[in-house]
Nanobody, 124 residues
Framework: QVQLVESGGGLVQPGDSLRLSCAAS????????MGWFRQTPGKEREFVAG????????VYADSVKGRFTISRDNAKNTVYLQMNSLTPEDTAVYSC?????????????????WGQGTQVTVSS
């Protein structure tokens, strides 16, 4: 079992930056994959970024490439999503997810554990 708790969401203006955190607890293995997803009402959940717990390989959605950075702090069992140059289109509930297997997947159903989500609103 893995428990995930997100934090760091909020209301920001276009062009601002925000850093989300996902604190993981429980049984965390080297082949764990941590992913960030986002969802807005009426839309399907969208993969944002993923990272392999050991090794640090990352994958990004095209829509955030160059603006968002996913990273992890193994000592703190925490994954971060640094979001820069935010636009209103980035407004969503952002959720952290975890899966085993060492392969970064982009579909939510392939992740076994989820946090409760944190709201990010980008508005002037």
């Amino acid at each position: 079992q893995v428990q995930l708790v997100e934090s760091g969401g909020g209301l920001v203006q276009p062009g601002d930056s925000l850093r989300l955190s996902c604190a993981a607890s429980g049984r965390i293995f080297a082949d764990n994959v941590m992913g960030w997803f986002r969802q807005t009402p009426g839309k399907e959940r969208e993969f944002v970024a993923g990272i392999i717990w050991s090794g640090g390989r990352t994958v990004y959605a095209d829509s955030v490439k160059g603006r968002f950075t996913i990273s992890r702090d193994n000592a703190k069992n925490t994954v971060y999503l640094q979001m820069n140059s935010l636009t209103p289109e980035d407004t969503a509930v952002y959720s952290c997810a975890a899966r085993r297997g060492g392969i970064i997947k982009i579909f939510g159903y392939e992740y076994s554990y989820w946090g409760q989500g944190t709201q990010v609103t980008v508005s002037s």
